[in-house]
């Protein structure tokens, strides 16, 4: 398979050529400028003297075209030809010289990336031709252009900053290649500071109740990664794409899935996405993909890896730094405070863990904010907070510095029961009351929900490969 095309050449054909001659991939150039074949056969590229409009001497298959003659007309019609030719190639255009606004249109509207001006051409065009063929941003564009109609972009219900921001995130990149695109998510979203994410940068997501799945040619869950698993997707309905930093709970199935639990944030991902296909993100989108990669690294303190932080300074530029202020600092619910009262003073600790059943909620982002705050407690390295609204008993876990995975503690403990997931240092689960609800009179049906949950997480924590030890805590007063 010819990896890389080079359609055309001149001076940046050329340096390209001498720049990446150790590349990954086989190289095969067509031009009919006589002097540039022989230049570039003397460099041992394979090259055929041919007009490279003309797709009868292209080669069988290419994953990355670069058309690069000097000439913007036959710029154009190399692309289109290409584009006929290998309908899920990356194809990457210089503009050429002095290229009119008709010539500059046709070829953004046939190519992924356009190059120009000719000085920053070829570092810009080094980087997309260095995209391998079995690599993500390849792969995913194959799969995007083989769908059979618009793109359902699902994020998990209750949607987090990450999700919001990932979902959206994937949707430009379908757009980019021409693919419609949507993101939805189910449940509401609850928490204050994502509520003021989602308003102040006026950020259009769609519900699941308003949308129709027979109106999409593909689905794609970003930030989870299982339908019918925490969204309100039918269960095992069929998806073709996968976005996720969380470990699987089981096999993943997908067309493309790019699960990578040593990420701190899908964000993550999906910046690494624009960056690689030179989608320039919208200052909205930038400072949501930067705060959803700050939400879940908890500002780099928690599971950050090296991607997140250059995500996140590839972002900065483009990103609204008072917008993000305003979003960080909205003000706190008095269902919020009271969780977090109920959370302190019911504590249940043992060791360095700490669970708190805090009864009946009217916000379940309450509870993830509450074992965001336990974590403050002396001596503490796990959290777990957990109460019940509208038939359902809703958990968050937390936890820092201790050798233990709370995703697979959940996993352990409620999964048999309900649904549970998440990655090391932050994870959640639900569980249907059920039989729970029917309580007799001396038993309340808290008491009940905190026996329940309560013995299933400390019975999963014995028996954790790594269960974390340490001093009773007392709460900080200052």
Do not use: K
């Amino acid at each position: 398979m010819a990896r890389r095309l080079l359609l055309g050449c001149s001076a940046v054909g050329n340096t390209l050529v001498e720049r990446t001659r150790e590349a990954r991939g086989e190289l095969v150039a067509i031009t009919d400028d006589t002097g540039w074949a022989s230049t570039l056969r003397d460099r041992n590229v394979a090259t055929v003297e041919a007009d490279p409009t003309g797709p009868a001497t292209y080669p069988d298959s290419a994953a990355v075209v670069l058309v690069a003659s000097d000439d913007p007309a036959r710029n154009v019609a190399a692309a289109e030809a290409a584009r006929r030719r290998y309908p899920d190639a990356m194809i990457v255009a210089h503009v050429g010289t002095n290229p009119t606004a008709a010539q500059q249109d046709a070829l953004a509207a046939v190519a992924d990336r356009v190059v120009d001006p000719v000085e920053a051409v070829v570092s810009r065009v080094r980087e997309a031709t260095g995209v391998d063929a079995d690599e993500e941003p390849v792969r995913l564009l194959r799969t995007l252009r083989n769908l059979s109609g618009p793109l359902l972009v699902v994020a998990h219900d209750n949607p987090d900053p990450d999700a919001i921001a990932s979902a959206l995130g994937l949707a430009r990149v379908a757009e980019e290649v021409g693919v419609p695109a949507d993101a939805c998510y189910g449940g509401e979203i609850a928490h204050q500071e994502n509520r003021a994410m989602v308003n102040l940068l006026d950020l259009s997501l769609r519900t699941f109740d308003e949308v129709d799945l027979d109106d999409y040619g593909g689905v794609a869950l970003v930030d989870h990664s299982r339908a019918g698993i925490n969204d309100s997707l039918p269960e095992d309905h069929p998806v073709d794409i996968v976005v996720d930093h969380h470990p699987p709970r089981g096999p993943v199935a997908g067309e493309f899935v790019d699960i990578r639990p040593d990420a701190g944030a899908t964000s993550t991902l999906i910046e690494e996405y624009l960056s690689r296909l030179g989608i320039e993100p919208e200052q909205a989108l930038a400072t949501a993909l930067l705060y959803g990669i700050r939400i879940d690294t908890r500002d780099f303190t928690r599971s950050t890896s090296i991607p997140d932080f250059e995500a996140a300074a590839s972002l900065s530029a483009f990103a609204d730094e008072s917008t993000l202020e305003r979003v960080e600092s909205p003000s706190v619910s008095p269902e919020t405070l009271r969780v977090l009262a109920r959370a302190i003073e019911d504590r249940d600790v043992r060791g360095s863990t700490v669970a708190s059943c805090v009864g009946e909620i009217g916000d379940r982002d309450a509870l993830a904010q509450a074992a965001e705050r336990l974590l403050d407690l002396n001596g503490i390295a796990v959290t777990f907070v957990f109460g019940y609204m509208d038939g359902t008993i809703y958990g968050s876990a937390r936890a820092r510095g201790a050798d233990l995975d709370v995703g697979e503690l959940l996993r352990d403990a409620l999964d048999p029961v309900g649904s549970a997931g998440g990655h090391a240092t932050m994870a959640g689960a639900q569980v249907p009351l059920g039989l729970l609800e029917e309580v007799s009179d001396e038993e309340s049906l808290e008491d009940v929900v905190e026996a329940f949950v309560a013995g299933r997480f400390f019975e999963a924590l014995d028996d954790a490969p790594s269960a974390p030890t340490g001093t009773v805590p007392e709460f900080p007063t200052d």
